[in-house]
């Protein structure tokens, strides 16, 4: 059976200076194996040792807490000095020491330095030894401080270096973000100052005034969609969520409908199939549920396989809204899940379409504003981006007539 090793463990494994440590205990001391060791209630065990006896006692091996003397340090908070147990009143008739075969036996208690036990660092010897009365018990009192300090020390360095990277990786998202919006408001503003140069060209031109005054609107209608998800990311990275305005909503189904059309006019040749029966009334903010939706679903059709359908399922099951979005196409990794809902976060070279990597930042921050929960699942096959709002939360349980309604929209 492969065994995982303790984490506890394997920081005191990373301190570079703990075998000349345990070298130097075993010179002072004369004990020929000595060991740190990680001690809980439960269990014991070894961190790191020297054995110079043959016990073959590895680092990592673990023992139950009670055949071990390190479980009477534990359970006193002190050490435990043995000059020769065989002759020692309270340890003659001990079974562990006879047990192990050792005469000589030092221990003493490693702290946390937030005060916590963490264990002990040993040494025992199948020969009596003369270490009360002497500087090894001062001597290994001070190297369980030294190992506590590292530990400590090694424990800040290790969140230091965890919360650099994570700065870091925010830093590069935050300037390819700034890229991106650049370069996707340089596209319609020049078509708004270039269209507005062309309608001063063709004022008295009424047929060619309409049709430059549309394209100048849809470019102006597109930025303000860009502004919106930036003034979105702002709210919702500012910790209090997205803000909405609940109401109960008896026809969620058509706000869907209309989020499919609108989304079926962009892409003509797309086949988006959409199951969205008696709904019910549900407290909600329909127009977020309905941004929420669309996210979604455009991401299915420019990430998903272009050839397949994608789906869009809504029903009512078990007191709560499920709104399934779901498309084909190879199955993302466990870290590209990992990082979905990430604000900036795109899977970079991959992509063919550039967006901010607003998009599911946006949708996850209106499901939890809503009190829902967002899960993606992904198989070889499907991706589904499963949106769920426990209708309780908002008490409108008894207005919904539970539906069951099949989730993946007609998709195979
Ligand atoms: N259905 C999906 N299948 C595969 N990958 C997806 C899917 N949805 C999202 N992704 C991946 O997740 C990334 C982040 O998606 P998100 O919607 O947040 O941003 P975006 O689509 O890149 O930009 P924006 O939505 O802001 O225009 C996408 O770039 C894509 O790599
Ligand atoms: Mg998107």
New binding site residues.
Partial sequence: MIQSVLPDVAAVQRIASIPSLLATVAQITGLRFTCIARVTPESWTACAVLDQLGMGLLPNATRAVGTTLCDLVRTSGKALVIDAASTDPAFKAHPIPAQFGFESFISVPIRRQNGDYFGTLSGIDPLPKNLSGTAALASMTLFAELISQQLSSQQVLEETQVALLDARETSELREQFIAVLGHDLRNPLGTIITGAELMLLSLGDEKKLTILAKLVQGSGKRMAALVD?VVDLTRGKMGGGIPLNLAPHADLGDALRQVVEELRSTYPQRDIRLEAHALGTVLCDAPRLAQLCS?LL???L???DTSKPVGVAAHVADDALELAVT?H?PR?SDD?VAH?FKPY???AA??P?E???????IVGEIARSHGGTMTVSSSDEL?T?LFRLPCHQHGASAAWPPTAAPHHAGIP
């Fill in positions: 998800d996210n455009k991401n299915a420019v990430y998903g498309n196409g993302m590209t979905l976060w795109r899977a991959k992509s379409h967006g901010l990597g607003l998009g599911l930042f991706t981006f």
